[in-house]
């Protein structure tokens, strides 16, 4: 037995310690490390405006930091969740304006009563008219609008992502850049509420404690600086939670996802409705610190400069984003014109007319456009590669070597559930569904009993895998019922049906190939634990113990299959070998502890003693509680470890009963050999 | 046991080498992250040196324009009459013993397509923490102007523009929002659309004898504003405003709204906006309502109106010009000569205004010295403020606001003359006249 | 006018409109049919076509309206800068496709799409920078004939686009249907490994399809030029995203959905500038947009729903 990897707790995923100190590319890969480089930037930030005083940079570095932000925000739709979203500037229209409303002289109704407590909450001022009542003038105090205005961009983001988040992705992104188009639009033809296209008059600026910012650049520097600072805790925090893993699992493999306990649509809500609020946020500070807005500012290529920059930092590393948004900002509002002179100078040297006439500020489009071909062509991680925030495990964890005692541990939650053993588990009845003209399925009755293996087997094409998607909820079936422990599942969402207990793996394996072993296990913890966005985010002790415990049961699992996972717990899944995915698989629906386990072939490509390995784990499993329904073709496995194997043909179930029985069918041997022979029924069955 | 051992160790092996390329790169980064720093601070630095070597009095001028995008066009040939006026000034020594250097600011960033407010904000900061600008020339559109001001104010920097005609800037009423600290910083050689817009109401309504009219605008900044002012008075002129849209300046076509306007048969057409959309609707026009009156402001002036939509689409519609007419005006002819000659292009009336705005900073800086005081920024404005100086456009005075006192505003038609080739822009118009005042 | 005649003028704006938008979706919806990939590079190819065959034009002596052909040897100068655009733009797909997008083309997610944005970008920028900034005057052969019955006008280049969108489309379909490699582009449609399995060299397949879609591109942005005299670096967003809607609305992947899907949102274009505002078109056509694949994914005429997720 080759023995399991040491690895210290600050080591970067992969690489052997073997007890040597690290160097120092390992220390900044490692957690101090990153902290330190971290402190490093924060430090040059908040020094910034003292070595370099110039208005003119302090302002183009808060504009920055501004689309930094908004990278950050299109970061967790695009690069999290895997949503692609091509009018993202519209929800930075909303914040803008959203200020703009609340906080201008641009909306002025008439004076009266109704207006009373809201002047003496602070919120609008009184403005006297000679002969008049008067008119309002909105005065919502800046710092209050920041989180309203998040939480009204992410509201619009709920509108805009409820009936559009189901489509697929191309058309996802065309309904997106659809909305992006129309809110400017909206927002040049309702000038009582934003002066339409001649831009926003009288925006209030901030002051804080008495200090007026005005159009002083430095404070919005550093407000810029603290806004951005605080939102890349979040994203950090965000990513490396319940919530990250989940919206990291519906990118890689939706499907999988939900099959996981993933509420799809519920978690594509939340991270559109989160980098809305980010992007309403940065609205209200840039409205703020230009003291317009004109709708031009909104358009699609704002939206498409924001996903250049995420493309160049690297989708979804955070600080990949923050870098791509700043360097291209920067290079845009401040180098690119002295870039351009230093290219005419150099133009001028060498004679060469391209660089005299070269103006890189007009072809800072094509530019652009050429960044996102040559990266997605060759280097698609971006500058700096999303690396999957893992904490790594500590020695003892990683040597502890599985008991079998381990092995009820891990299946112990699943004792919780009082399932009555006289009773069938999985009752189905008259399961139907048909694709277009071809009927996949045409009524099946199956009992399964708790406790049992259940086989089922059969030729190709005779609708297994989509028998198990009706169970499971991926397919919507169109008549018939599914009854678990007595209750009514037939057609619930895939995640309901992960809740109530089934699970499943699935033929051709659908793992989440971007997200290391232990992060594709715990995402079948979803549905055990219940930490939401904000949870995520503070961190409190309730979270943090949530999280300890889906850690330590996602180890009792692993450690089923000894040290064929464990050592690799920190790979990602892709790297994986052929079997060791297979396993992942199980493991991965084990940790959601499920009473009845649907396996889909999962000896498929097994050689003959990892399949006898396996077979042996399923078993165990199965003489500990959990009820195995299984797919196969190795008719071997079938006979060792089937209680009831059934046979399904063109959507029909043929024959039922141990698999000796339905060995020697006669209508089974048709089915597998193409014609009836009596014969060989005969010989099979003294066999 | 040593087939998963040497598995291990490759992908040991690649995991290291992928930390390694991404620290590499991370580290060619940095270098190079640092090396630009330097180079940038060392070339500012290098910049104010070269300057303090010169050992001559040098005040600087600063120039905003949106070089970039959609309005590049114009704007450069502003650029041109700003730079025709400081060139001759330098070569009669520079005024008042100071050489006039220029600092130049694109406020049009590709992706706005146009101006960008935000980076007007920016360059104007820029141009404010350098002490030796003492005037801005600039800025083309009303929009960067907004963005400007405050920071103009702030720091008491005047700026002097040939084409911004939003009435708003200069308004008193909006002086807390434009200028914060009171004094006008704001000037203009052309009058505003409060003027041009209604004088063309007055143009119809007396002139053409309209009694309705259809009014569209581009949905752009200018264009709105203009189409307002001119709807709001021909109201009052008595005009029936027989219905008002507005076109999508990237759309192709406009025959609906053409054949709208058709069937509801208005005595005449007006479209505040520029050439965007004005060269597809004058297109479009000629072919569903060619014989119905149609006119529009300053937006459609320019050469690029005129290129674009072509003969005979482009005969008999009416433009007008926020300021006198110049171009035929004798006095002009010299500046005419000299840029079409330095410039291999025709000037319109803007360059023209743009470098009579020149000369007024100039005449200014010229007065400061002249009397005595420093030449900063504040005396500077100041001088402005109080201008009466003799210009290609005729005496240009500022009233308390930093408008131009001068209201005229001129109107103008494309008619084809055929003694002139077809595409010199500058005789193809005919003056008309100028638009009755309220 | 009479309100009639006013309907009536506007219908048949509006199916001109329509034409130009079927004309542009046909090649997208074919594209997308065959491989699943919305191609945003789509509507700039159709944009550098205006401006391929505005150059032929200029290379065979004609410059702007003033001079006017009849008959064949209009119909001669026509065609042959009809095929010269469209083999031009066919291998402006062709390259793209081959060098752009096939090392992408099994990669999931979102970078194929990406990809596409960005090489529309360069186009569009290289024709801003490269060529001009500037609405150009078309050059156009065509005699500006009129029928006017009442009120309500008819013009030659209306009858000329609505000829040359049927024709090609017609062209289309029986080459898909009836021919080999149309019949292959169908397989691989339906299931590209199967089809792989069959013999089906699905690469030049792929390259074929953009091949074709991109020399309709080609063919709708010289029809443009033609109908509307002027092009410019522009003229591919605005009527790219009405032909999306236009595909997408007939049902993508379908042919006569994309002529359908044209025409109906160049009536609504029409009909709802006439009684609403033109003003709000824009928003009117994005509704119907989100509506279709909200409510109707597959479009009018649709079939399957598109299998990739």
């Known amino acids: 037995m080759a023995q399991p990897q040491l690895q210290q707790p600050n080591a970067a995923p992969g690489i052997d310690q073997s007890g040597a100190s690290p160097s120092f590319r390992e220390w900044t890969q490692g957690r101090t490390g990153r902290r330190a480089f971290l402190f490093v930037i924060l430090a040059f930030g908040l020094c910034f405006p003292f070595i370099f005083p110039n208005e003119g940079i302090i302002d183009a570095a808060a504009n920055a930091l501004a689309f930094a932000i908004l990278a950050l925000g299109l970061n967790i739709v695009v690069g999290f969740a895997g949503l692609l979203d091509l009018g993202y500037a519209a929800f930075f229209a909303i914040g803008a304006y959203a200020y703009g409303i609340f906080a201008s002289h641009q909306v002025q109704p008439e004076w009266w009563g109704f207006w009373e407590p809201f002047q003496w909450l602070g919120f609008v001022q009184h403005i006297e008219e000679a002969g008049g009542p008067g008119t309002v003038h909105l005065t919502v105090s800046f710092w209050l609008m920041l989180p309203i205005s998040a939480i009204i961009a992410a509201l619009f983001g709920v509108l805009f992502g409820a009936p559009t988040l189901r489509l697929k992705g191309d058309y996802l992104a065309i309904v997106t850049l659809g909305f992006g188009e129309i809110v400017p639009i909206v927002a040049r033809n309702t000038p009582y509420l934003t002066n339409g296209a001649m831009g926003l008059n009288g925006v209030s600026s901030p002051s804080l404690f008495g200090y007026d910012f005005g159009i002083k650049s430095t404070p919005f520097f550093y407000l810029g600086l603290a806004l951005a600072a605080l939102l890349v805790f979040v994203s950090i925090r965000l990513k490396d939670s319940r919530i990250g893993r989940a919206w990291l699992a519906i990118r890689e493999d939706e499907i999988a996802a939900e099959a996981m306990g993933v509420n799809r649509v519920k978690l594509k809500l939340l991270a559109f409705a989160t980098g809305a609020g980010f992007a309403g946020v940065t609205g209200t500070f840039y409205v703020a610190k230009l003291q317009t807005a004109t709708p031009e500012m909104f358009t699609f290529p704002v939206s498409v400069m924001l996903l250049v920059m995420i493309v160049l930092g690297g989708i979804g590393s955070v600080a990949g984003v923050v870098l791509g948004a700043l360097l291209l900002q920067l290079l845009q509002s401040w180098f690119l014109q002295d870039l351009t002179q230093w290219i005419h100078a150099f133009g001028n040297f060498t004679g060469i007319e391209f660089f005299q006439k070269l103006d890189l500020v007009q072809s800072i489009e094509l530019i652009f456009g050429v960044i996102l071909v040559l990266m997605m062509r060759f280097r698609r991680q971006g500058l700096i590669p999303e690396r999957a925030a893992v904490s790594a495990l500590s020695h003892a964890q990683q040597t502890a070597v599985p008991t079998r005692g381990a092995i009820q541990n891990a299946l112990a939650p699943l004792r919780r559930r009082a399932i009555d053993p006289n009773k069938a588990l999985l009752e189905i009845r008259g399961l139907k569904k048909s694709f277009g003209g071809i009927q996949a399925v045409r009524g099946i009755d199956l009992d399964v009993m708790p406790g049992s293996i259940v086989g089922i087997i059969g030729p190709n094409g005779s609708g297994k895998t989509t028998f198990f998607n009706l169970i499971t909820g991926l397919t919507r079936p169109e008549g018939g019922k599914v009854l678990l422990a007595g209750e009514d599942v037939t057609g619930l969402p895939p995640h309901r049906i992960v809740e109530r207990g089934i699970a499943r793996t699935f033929q051709n394996l659908r793992l989440f190939a971007n997200m290391s072993l232990m992060e594709n296990a715990l995402v079948g913890a979803h549905t055990r634990t219940s930490t939401g966005a904000i949870g995520a985010v503070l961190r409190t002790p309730h979270v943090r113990r949530e999280e300890e415990s889906s850690r330590a049961r996602v180890l009792e699992v692993i450690s089923i299959f000894g040290n064929r996972l464990m050592p690799r717990i920190q790979h990602l899944a892709k790297t994986l070998s052929y079997a060791n995915r297979r396993r992942l698989e199980i493991a991965r629906a084990l940790v959601s502890e499920p009473v009845l386990l649907l396996l889909d072939e999962p000896t498929a490509g097994m050689n003959p003693t990892e399949t006898l390995e396996l077979t042996d784990q399923i078993r165990h499993l199965r003489d500990r509680g959990v009820t195995v329904l299984m797919i196969e073709h190795k008719l071997a496995v079938v006979n060792e470890i089937a209680d009831k194997v059934i046979v399904l043909d063109y959507g029909e179930k043929i024959a039922e009963g141990t698999p000796r029985e339905v060995h020697s069918n006669k209508e089974v041997l048709r089915a597998y050999l193409g014609r009836s022979t009596d014969e060989i029924a005969k010989a099979a069955a003294a066999s | 046991m040593i087939a998963a051992a040497k598995l291990r160790r490759e992908q040991l092996v690649r995991d290291v080498n992928e930390v390694m390329i991404m620290k590499q790169s991370r580290h060619t980064r940095r270098t190079f992250n640092i090396a630009a720093v330097a180079g940038v601070a060392a070339l500012a630095g290098a910049g104010d040196f070269a300057v303090v070597q010169a050992q001559q009095k040098v005040v600087k001028v600063g120039v905003t324009l949106p070089l970039t995008g959609a309005d590049a066009d114009d704007a450069s040939k502003i650029q041109h009459g700003f730079q025709i006026a400081i060139d001759e000034a330098n070569a009669k020594g520079g005024v008042a013993g100071y050489k006039i250097e220029i600092v130049t600011y694109d406020s049009g960033t590709a992706t706005a397509g146009q101006y960008d407010p935000a980076q007007a904000a920016t360059n104007t900061k820029k141009l404010i923490s350098d002490p030796q600008v003492v005037a801005n020339l600039g800025p083309q559109m009303s929009g960067e102007g907004k963005a400007m001001t405050p920071i103009l104010s702030e720091a008491d920097l005047a700026t002097i523009t040939p084409s911004s005609t939003n009435p708003d800037i200069t308004n008193p009423k909006m002086a807390g929002q434009f200028r914060p600290k009171g004094k006008p910083i704001y000037f203009r050689t052309v009058t505003t659309d409060a003027f041009q817009g209604p004088n063309m109401a007055n143009f119809y309504s007396q002139t053409l004898k309209v009694k309705s009219v259809y009014v569209l605008d581009d949905a752009g900044a200018y264009g709105v504003g203009i189409a307002d002012a001119f709807q709001k008075q021909a109201e009052k002129n008595g005009i029936k405003i027989v219905g008002r849209d507005q076109l999508n300046p990237k759309e192709a076509d406009y025959t609906t709204i053409l054949t709208k306007i058709k069937g509801l048969n208005p005595d005449a057409l007006y479209y505040g906006g520029v050439a965007q959309a004005g060269v597809k609707l004058a297109k479009q026009a000629y072919d569903v309502i060619p014989k119905m009156p149609k006119g529009g402001g300053d937006g459609i002036q320019g050469g690029s109106f005129f290129t674009g939509v072509g003969w005979p689409a482009v005969e008999g519609w009416y433009s007008t010009n926020a300021g006198p007419h110049l171009t035929d005006d004798p006095a002009a002819a010299a500046f005419l000569k000299t840029f079409t000659e330095k410039y291999k292009q025709q000037p319109t009336d803007y360059a023209i205004t743009a470098y009579d705005g020149a000369l007024v900073v100039l005449d200014a800086i010229k007065r400061v010295a002249e009397s005595g005081k420093e030449v900063n920024r504040t005396n500077v404005r100041d001088a402005m403020q109080t201008s009466n100086l003799k210009t290609l456009q005729g005496v240009i005075s500022f009233d308390e606001n930093g408008d131009i006192k001068d209201r005229t505003v001129s109107v103008f038609q494309y008619k084809r003359d055929n003694k002139v080739p077809a595409d010199d822009y500058q005789h193809q118009q005919t003056y008309v006249g100028t638009a009755p005042q309220s | ?309």
């Open chain 3, 1 to 309: 006018m009479s309100s009639w005649e006013i309907l009536l003028q506007q219908v048949i704006n509006g199916v001109s409109l329509g034409a130009m938008y079927s004309l542009l979706a046909l090649g997208f919806t074919m594209v997308y049919g065959i491989i699943e990939l919305i191609n945003f590079a789509h509507f700039n190819v159709f944009m550098v076509g205006s401006f391929i065959a505005l150059w032929v034009m200029h290379a065979l002596g004609f410059f702007g309206q003033s001079d006017v052909l009849y008959g064949l040897p209009l119909v001669g100068v026509l065609l042959f800068v009809l095929i010269v655009t469209m083999l031009g733009t066919g291998l402006l797909g062709a390259v793209i496709e081959r060098y752009g997008l096939r090392a992408l083309r099994n990669v999931s997610g979102t970078a194929p799409m990406i990809t596409t944005i960005g090489i529309s970008y360069i186009l569009y920028n290289l024709i801003l920078l490269g060529v001009s900034a500037e609405t150009i005057n078309y050059a156009n052969p065509m005699p500006p004939v009129r029928w006017e019955i009442g009120g309500v006008v008819l013009r030659l280049r209306e009858v000329l686009l609505w000829a040359v969108s049927i024709l090609l489309m017609l062209a289309l379909h029986y080459f898909v249907r009836r021919t080999k490699m149309g019949k292959a582009m169908q397989a691989t449609a339906q299931d590209q490994e199967a089809a792989r399995m069959m013999g089906v060299d699905v690469d030049r397949v792929v390259l074929i399809t953009f091949f074709l879609g991109s020399a309709l591109a080609g063919a709708a942005g010289f029809i443009f030029g033609l109908y509307y005299n002027y092009t410019n670096f522009a003229i591919g967003y605005t009527a790219g995203l009405r032909a999306f809607t236009a595909a997408v609305l007939g049902g993508i992947g379908n042919l006569p959905g994309a002529m359908l899907g044209g025409v109906l949102i160049g009536l609504i274009e029409s009909l709802g500038g006439q009684y609403l505002e033109v003003r709000w078109t824009d928003v009117i056509i994005f509704s119907i947009l989100v509506l279709v694949l909200v409510f109707r994914p597959t479009g009018l005429l649709g079939r399957a729903a598109p299998t990739k997720s």
